[in-house]
DNA sequence: CTGTTAGCGCCTTCAT
DNA sequence: ATGAAGGCGCTAACAG
């Protein structure tokens, strides 16, 4: 239980502390190769491993990165913090991640702890519930955002990362168009954030441009069960939109939801009215988590390009000086079998 | 970018940094209630927040606990590590993740990186590729591991939280017994682990008991494509596996999957071979991940108590003295639609 | 090329 | 009830 220190290694190595600080941090620039070696088998010989904690206290930073999600549980979250796991890791950090389960208290506690641990910047995937304090964040270390409320001026010092989510709506309805559907819905929770906002603005104008009828669903139920991990709450909103699908004035034979989530719980939905996927309606999603493919029939959807973005919110952190890498982020339309020509 | 220290908020406060000291460790015993405030105060004016590093150097103890997932893209681990982060919560705890991607090698790396951390124990839900070198990190911290390949001597040091593996698949069997089953299969990759093994000891056992006819099918696919988040292959291993239940010698109106992802590929399997489920075949999975309720249809299965097992995981970590919080976690059974009377 | 030294920010006796 | 002092393990000058 009592870890050797490096004092112990330069004792055994019959060497100085500091030749094994430099030994540690790759400074070999003029040491004997002979004294290398001996460091080395030392270090092994004694299971040493430098603590990490004398290090930042020392150097005034950690090797880590801070991530916030609104939950682990919900799988997009989940891929995400693979990602920025896997970004980090490139640049030989560490990443510390917390759920926020949208409590805005705690998505300050936590942020709070994050400046505490010392992380070298923060990652947010969390909804910016409380844009005043995040901005006071950003005076302590860098702060990237994947999700933001709004875009003025108080967020000039929060660097945002984000798919062109207008982009995203407008290939899906193109894509519906050229299968020959002519009148679409586009559902939706109500647009609280701007990637929101942004794929209902895509949504309307790839609608006007292709002359074909857009129905806009906002699914609002504040009755359904709170839902601390973000899946639940979108699946059913989902699933009692379809309803408002089925009887639209414009008659769509098609739907894009706002993200698979609620793609595959109107999937649900629809079929329980008895609607075929994609024979009586086409039905498209965004984001490409696991389980479109694993939806029957399988989701068309858009595909966010989640470790490039990963990879670029973490750059924005470690390596600020190389080129910001692309401000939006192409979506890719994923065709499988929920979308088709329309029926009659 | 420059954090306040103690120094400072003593300065402000007009009062000693051990004063401070005292106040951030509740140890208020003999301050005065309004050098209290003064210091309440001070802090918050500056914003200060004690430097975890330091204060570690110092205790010797982080505040943190270390996890190893395969990876969190994985949604049932995701759904752990949201447990584990909850239940360290409790205590006052971070939580530090790693995915291992299920390399040996990075594995082991990870493992060090968590004890240079200096974390007060290690969770790991990552099968032990390296029974040697886990045992080796128990002589530094405490263990506890969730899925465990063998169970022999050399594991003594190594706690264990499980579910009750073999009630599962034995519930499996009597409720589809009750269902009027007379034939059920048990689909699962190669039983490597403890876990599944148990699983199968189970199933044999229920299914003897019963005295009806159980077949297993072992599904190995060495040529499906390298699956370093653990979804894909689960389910592309189902997907396939399909073919052999339908075809199987006993004639299964029923099907058990070693859990849920495999469960919703046999699903898709199933119906692409024309099967519809429940009514020419009964589907039954183990977990109950988030999708089991958006599946089609919504799919019965065995439900792991993964926040009890979370909080027995960090007490033992955490507060070993405590009473050990039961050895073998029961499963729950959770009726949905895909289980239902067989055909004919 | 390697050893010596002086803290990093905090916590914990021990005095006061 | 509060202040002073030493050191946790490591790194980064600077000596040698």
Same mark, same amino acid.
């Given at each position: 239980?009592?870890?050797?220190? #490096?004092?112990?290694? &330069?004792?055994?190595?019959?060497?100085?502390?500091?030749?094994?600080?430099?030994?540690?941090?790759?400074?070999?620039?003029?040491?004997?190769?002979?004294?290398?070696?001996?460091?080395?088998?030392?270090?092994?010989?004694?299971?040493?491993?430098?603590?990490?904690?004398?290090?930042?206290?020392?150097? !005034?930073?950690?090797?880590? @990165? !801070?991530?916030?999600?609104?939950?682990?549980?919900?799988?997009?979250?989940?891929?995400?913090?693979?990602?920025?796991?896997?970004?980090?890791?490139?640049?030989?950090?560490? @990443?510390?991640?917390?759920?926020?389960?949208?409590?805005?208290?705690?998505?300050?506690?936590?942020?709070?702890?994050?400046?505490?641990?010392?992380?070298?910047?923060?990652?947010?995937?969390?909804?910016?519930?409380?844009?005043?304090?995040?901005?006071?964040?950003?005076?302590?270390?860098?702060?990237?955002?994947?999700?933001?409320?709004?875009?003025?001026?108080?967020?000039?010092?929060?660097?945002?990362?984000?798919?062109?989510?207008?982009?995203?709506?407008?290939?899906?309805?193109?894509?519906?168009?050229?299968?020959?559907?002519?009148?679409?819905?586009? @559902?939706?929770?109500?647009?609280?954030?701007?990637?929101?906002?942004?794929?209902?603005?895509?949504?309307?104008?790839?609608?006007? *441009?292709?002359?074909?009828?857009?129905?806009?669903?906002?699914?609002?139920?504040?009755?359904?069960?709170?839902?601390?991990?973000?899946?639940?709450?979108?699946?059913?909103?989902?699933?009692?939109?379809?309803?408002?699908?089925?009887?639209?004035?414009?008659?769509?034979?098609?739907?894009?939801? #706002?993200?698979?989530?609620?793609?595959?719980?109107?999937?649900?939905?629809?079929?329980?009215?008895?609607?075929?996927?994609? *024979?009586?309606?086409?039905?498209?999603?965004?984001?490409?988590?696991?389980?479109?493919?694993?939806?029957?029939?399988?989701?068309?959807?858009?595909?966010?390009? #989640?470790?490039?973005?990963?990879?670029?919110?973490?750059?924005? #952190?470690?390596?600020?000086?190389?080129?910001?890498?692309?401000?939006?982020?192409?979506?890719?339309?994923?065709?499988?079998?929920?979308? &088709?020509?329309?029926?009659?």
């Amino acid at each position: 239980m009592t870890e050797p220190k #490096i004092q112990d290694v &330069a004792r055994l190595a019959g060497v100085s502390p500091s030749s094994i600080s430099n030994f540690l941090n790759n400074r070999m620039g003029q040491m004997r190769p002979d004294t290398q070696a001996k460091i080395q088998q030392a270090i092994e010989q004694l299971g040493y491993r430098p603590n990490n904690a004398a290090r930042q206290l020392k150097t !005034g930073v950690a090797s880590m @990165v !801070g991530l916030l999600v609104p939950s682990l549980a919900n799988q997009f979250f989940g891929a995400l913090a693979c990602a920025v796991e896997t970004a980090a890791a490139r640049h030989g950090c560490h @990443v510390m991640t917390f759920s926020t389960f949208r409590d805005p208290d705690r998505e300050r506690a936590v942020m709070a702890d994050l400046l505490a641990y010392g992380v070298k910047g923060i990652v947010t995937g969390s909804a910016l519930s409380d844009t005043e304090h995040l901005v006071a964040v950003t005076s302590r270390c860098p702060v990237v955002a994947f999700d933001i409320k709004r875009n003025d001026e108080s967020h000039a010092r929060i660097a945002t990362i984000s798919m062109d989510n207008a982009a995203a709506t407008t290939l899906a309805v193109q894509h519906l168009v050229t299968l020959g559907h002519r009148a679409i819905a586009l @559902v939706t929770p109500p647009p609280y954030t701007l990637n929101r906002q942004e794929r209902i603005r895509g949504f309307l104008q790839a609608v006007g *441009a292709a002359g074909i009828a857009g129905e806009l669903v906002i699914a609002d139920a504040t009755d359904g069960p709170s839902d601390p991990h973000g899946d639940t709450r979108l699946f059913e909103l989902g699933r009692s939109a379809a309803a408002r699908i089925v009887t639209a004035a414009s008659r769509p034979t098609a739907a894009i939801a #706002i993200n698979d989530m609620m793609a595959i719980g109107i999937g649900v939905g629809l079929k329980q009215l008895g609607r075929r996927i994609p *024979a009586d309606i086409s039905l498209i999603g965004i984001d490409d988590i696991f389980f479109c493919a694993a939806h029957d029939p399988p989701l068309t959807t858009l595909r966010q390009p #989640i470790q490039a973005m990963a990879d670029a919110a973490v750059q924005r #952190i470690l390596a600020p000086d190389e080129k910001p890498d692309g401000a939006l982020f192409a979506p890719e339309l994923i065709v499988r079998s929920s979308t &088709a020509t329309p029926p009659r």
